[in-house]
């Protein structure tokens, strides 16, 4: 499922792409073989020891067009601010589309689901102030509940009409979509997972 998320971005060789939540590196990796290894990705992340995971990941996968950057992706940098064609945001989430990889997963607390789409918003409107105008956001979660997936992105669409959905196709049994998929393994055989693309204007 999260390989879908560069596919879905439609990411092309020579682009400009910011993963803003990039650890363990997957998707980065996934946008950079995409872009034949042509153009520049950026992948930050909150914890910088993760990211010599996606240093050595990146260099072992002989990937050029991949460098790191620690930060916390609800802090505006304004060196970002419309540079990049792309950009990612794979979210702090419940994991609940993943339980059954990480059954601890059901231990975590109540209060902690409830100020996860307080965070997501966070991200998914600073991520917007980097999108170059034409350019594509995506945002995903390894979550199947509404409250951390459309409804987070129907409250910020309704905050920036600067962006719109933005349908993408995928092969059966997916097909044609309006911008936005929720996968569930009974249905597709993935994990539990939710991907919208959007479009700025």
């Known amino acids: 499922a999260a390989r879908l998320v560069s596919l879905i971005a439609g990411v ?23 872009m034949e290894d042509k153009g520049e990705i950026v992948s930050c992340d909150l914890h910088e ?8 990941g990146a260099a072992r996968l002989d990937l050029t067009s991949i460098t790191t950057s620690a930060g916390d992706g609800r802090v505006f940098r304004p060196e970002w601010a419309e540079r990049f064609d792309t950009v990612l945001v794979d979210a702090p989430c419940s994991g609940l589309g993943i339980i059954r990889k990480k059954p601890d997963v059901r231990y975590k607390k109540a209060d902690d689901l409830f ?6 918003t966070a991200l998914l409107d600073n991520a917007a102030r980097y999108v170059a105008p034409g ?20 409250a910020f669409l309704t905050e920036h009409s600067d962006f719109c959905r933005d349908g993408f196709t995928l092969p059966a049994p997916v097909g044609e979509t309006e911008g936005q998929l929720t996968l569930w393994p009974q249905r ?12 700025r204007t």
């Open 135 to 154: 350019g594509v956001l995506v945002y995903s979660t390894c979550t199947i509940l509404p409250e951390e997936n459309e409804q987070v992105t129907d």
């Open 115 to 120: 100020t996860l789409p307080v965070i997501q």
């Open 12 to 34: 092309q060789p020579g682009q400009k792409v910011l993963d803003l939540c990039a650890a363990p590196g997957g998707k980065s990796f996934s946008a950079a073989f995409a």
């Open 49 to 56: 020891n993760k990211l010599k995971r996606i240093q050595e």
């Open 188 to 199: 597709h055989g993935t994990d539990g997972f939710y991907i919208c693309r959007m479009k």
